[in-house]
Nanobody
């Protein structure tokens, strides 16, 4: 059973920083794209950033220059370093990974709350 477990959310003042982590566990052949989405109250879930296994990254315009995604393939872990946080970054952040075993499918973590106070 594949699981994604996130950690690192919390409450921070505007201008502060947080680092999210997401570790994959279970039996798998390969992890392809890993990434982060977020969902604020009353809004649709949106892509924050993702990263291919080879290292290609993709960021939402709203976080470019402030957030950095990275991954450690040996540890099956993806990170999201969030700097210069703004109140509008407040949301539940979800980790996602496309994982191959017998087939390839997307998995999601349970979500971690990030709250940025003004």
């Amino acid at each position: 059973q594949v699981q994604l477990v996130e950690s690192g959310g919390g409450l921070v003042q505007a201008g502060g920083s947080l680092r999210l982590s997401c570790a994959a566990s279970g039996i798998m052949f390969r992890i392809n794209v890993m990434g982060w989405y977020r969902q604020a109250p009353g809004k649709q879930r949106e892509l924050v950033a993702d990263m291919a296994r080879a290292g290609t990254t993709n960021y939402a315009d709203s976080v470019k220059g402030r957030f950095t995604i990275s991954r450690d393939n040996a540890k099956r872990t993806v990170y999201l370093q969030m700097n210069s946080l703004k109140p509008e970054d407040t949301a539940v952040y979800y980790c996602t990974a496309n994982i191959e075993f017998d087939t390839s499918r997307d998995y999601w973590g349970q979500g971690t709350q990030v709250t940025v106070s003004s």
